[in-house]
């Protein structure tokens, strides 16, 4: 009997799938923590915040700023503003949350950015990030037309650019994935590669970024994985969960790998709130909050086997 | 010549601790916030967080002493020093709510190599812009603190059985002066800071005591400093007793003056007084913090990647209060 053309497509798909995954270089993605302990392990993990440094837009030149504000002599009209903050095992997971206000005096400035982590350091060689994230709770204010944005993220340094007979020069190549929430296009799922400007990564540029064609539910559990392939210059992002099929995205980048090991080896769980900045220089209008509140579990790395 | 310069300017600020009686004029002090709404007012408040590596004995120059903060952006490469792991920064019962644990370092070694440990902090730094010029400017702060939690736990014991000694430290922070050193709007070089700060050694005893401490920041960023002198109060508290806190900066007399009250006891007023031929001028730092910090110990030797010490504490804020003159430009 012969088998319908359907079904016959769908085995020799099937076929072509279980072979493909034969002849893919064995990976093995080790459990960093579950976060099964009572507290967090600060053997493994530091916990930070921040504020990203408010830049000038035009100094930017189309770039991000990505370091850390100095508190102490910036203008607190000009800055963002982390207030609540939390960082705990909740449930054998680990809860970030923070809630942060945006600029008084916003105009023509880059939009600041609160952020609350959990860090790790790892040696080079990673090609593979896991963790399961769940989004319990996020408010994005507007500033009157201006939006605000909220990230649960993964983001982890993979490589460096640069001339290696100068390690100055070298500049990390790093890919985040996020479940993101915007004020006025909603719940998207985004997949960024970024490359520091400099050594000290003061100012980072997009060198590609992707989003999903599905989104993400609040309160569901989602995987997230991005994947470093050298040998075809480009990151894979993956997620799966939430009520929704299972998606994978691909960024290519041309810069070269001068430096197999970056320079800065983090690995972040990590919350990011982004709120609209306001023209108010009197303080009228209140600053608007962002609100990010997300579990991370079971989290996994890969690393490259010689 | 700048050395020079730099020296002479902190030998003018030799401050001499004396035990004095309430003193000063009475000045007016005005409610900034009690902390009533129901989350931290970005208005007034913006919240921190920090680690600061130890002070290592071969690296860093005789009287100076780390306490800025690491860098924390993505760009950083590695941390050195201590880790914060859980923390809440939030308000509570119309209080706010500070608590943090902090892992000692890896990488210490030989502990004698340190002047200090690495330690951990977190907190919220004033932010109303109406005060960021410094006009009218902060002479005083002043709060209610109830320190309502300080353990450690040590991981294993120390190879050579000693007992390391963390601290933890609540308190009021504020920079209140610049001794004409700054070259920059961003140089705080010659800003003189001062603390004052409930006390716990966890690892010895539950007692809280109190102290009054001055220091001077002796590069740009306030990374390094010169402590100049440090008063101890007689009282002593337990956790879970509220207790005020009151500072100011009284230039005319050349002084700070730092006072306990509250817990069934006299109040109790130190003061830290400088000579000082160096008119003041405002500090470069928008620095007026509640803070509460961490300083785990360590054992005096080890070679392990691995920290050994988690402190952990929580502290409660409120009715903070300052220059009537400061409050009214906030209104």
Not at chain 1, 9 to 14: E, G, S, T
Not at chain 1, 247 to 257: F, L, M, W
Not at chain 2, 21 to 29: D, F, I, S
Request: overall charge positive.
């Amino acid at each position: 009997m012969r088998l319908p053309a359907v079904a016959r497509a769908l085995f020799l798909a099937n076929a072509v799938l279980f072979l493909a995954a034969q002849f893919t270089p064995a990976q093995t993605l080790a459990l960093h923590d579950d976060f099964s302990a009572a507290t967090i392990d600060g053997s493994r993990w530091t916990a930070y915040e921040y504020v990203a440094r408010y830049v000038r837009t035009a100094t930017l030149d189309g770039g991000w700023a990505h370091s850390s504000e100095d508190m102490a002599t910036s203008n607190p009209a000009l800055s963002v503003v982390n207030a609540h903050a939390l960082v705990r095992i909740v449930s054998g997971q680990v809860r970030l949350a923070l809630t942060t206000h945006g600029a008084r005096e916003g105009a023509g400035l880059a939009q600041g950015n609160g952020r609350l982590g959990l860090r790790t350091f790892g040696a080079a060689g990673l090609t593979r990030m896991r963790a399961k994230v769940t989004v319990t709770a996020s408010t994005v204010e507007p500033c009157d037309e201006q939006p605000s944005r909220s990230r649960a993220q993964l983001l982890a340094h993979f490589f460096g650019d640069g001339d290696p007979a100068e390690p100055i020069t070298q500049r990390d190549v790093f890919a985040t994935l996020s479940l993101q929430r915007h004020t006025f296009t909603g719940d998207r799922i985004v997949g960024v590669v970024s490359r520091c400007r400099d050594f000290a990564c003061t100012v980072a540029d997009d060198l590609g970024f992707v989003e999903f064609a599905r989104s993400w539910a609040r309160g569901a559990a989602h995987v997230l994985t991005l994947t470093h392939q050298p040998d075809r210059s480009r990151f894979v992002f993956t997620v799966s969960g939430g009520g929704a099929p299972a998606e994978t995205r691909a960024v290519p980048y041309t810069v070269p790998v001068s430096f197999d090991a970056p320079r800065s080896r983090i690995r972040d769980l990590l919350v990011e709130a982004s709120p609209a900045a306001c023209a108010s220089p009197d303080g009228a209008v209140p600053r608007p909050a962002v609100t990010m509140d997300a579990r991370f579990d079971d989290v996994a790395f890969d690393m490259a086997t010689e | 010549m700048r050395r020079n310069r730099l020296a002479a300017g902190l030998a003018a600020l030799l401050i001499v601790s004396l035990l004095l009686p309430v003193g000063g004029p009475a000045q007016t002090l005005g409610r900034y916030d009690d902390f009533d709404g129901r989350t931290i007012d970005p208005a007034r408040w913006r919240g921190y967080e920090e680690t600061v590596r130890g002070t290592h004995a071969r690296t860093t120059p005789v009287g100076q002493y780390e306490d800025g903060p690491e860098d924390k952006s993505p760009g950083a490469a590695y941390s050195f020093g201590a880790r914060n792991a859980e923390r809440r920064r939030q308000v509570v019962s119309s209080q706010l709510r500070l608590a943090l644990t902090t892992w000692g370092a890896p990488f210490l070694f030989y502990v004698g190599d340190w002047r200090t440990l690495p330690k951990g902090r977190i907190g919220v730094r004033i932010s109303d812009p109406e005060l960021a010029d410094h006009v009218p400017p902060i002479h005083a702060m002043a709060a209610k603190l109830t320190l309502t939690r300080a353990s450690v736990e040590q991981a294993r014991p120390c190879p050579g059985g000693d007992r390391p000694s963390s601290v933890i430290a609540a308190g009021l922070v504020g920079a209140f002066f610049n001794d004409g050193s700054s070259r920059s709007r961003t140089d705080r070089t010659g800003d003189v800071m001062a603390a004052l700060m409930a006390r716990v050694t966890p690892d010895a005893s539950a007692a809280m005591s109190v102290v009054g401490t001055v220091w001077r920041c002796a590069d740009r960023r306030c990374r390094l400093i010169n402590r100049l002198a440090e008063a101890s109060f007689a009282r002593t508290s337990a956790l879970g007793i509220p207790i005020t806190l009151a500072m100011r900066w009284q230039p005319d007399r050349t002084r700070f003056l730092f006072r306990v009250s509250g817990d069934d006891a006299p109040a109790e007023t130190r003061a830290l007084a400088y000579s000082s031929t160096i008119s003041a001028g405002p500090p470069v730092g928008y620095v007026y913090d509640l803070r509460l910090e961490n300083r785990p110990g360590a054992c005096w030797w080890y070679g392990s990647t691995t920290p050994q010490l988690a402190v952990s504490s929580e502290a409660r804020f409120d009715n903070v209060r300052l220059d009537g003159d400061a409050v009214v430009a906030t209104e």
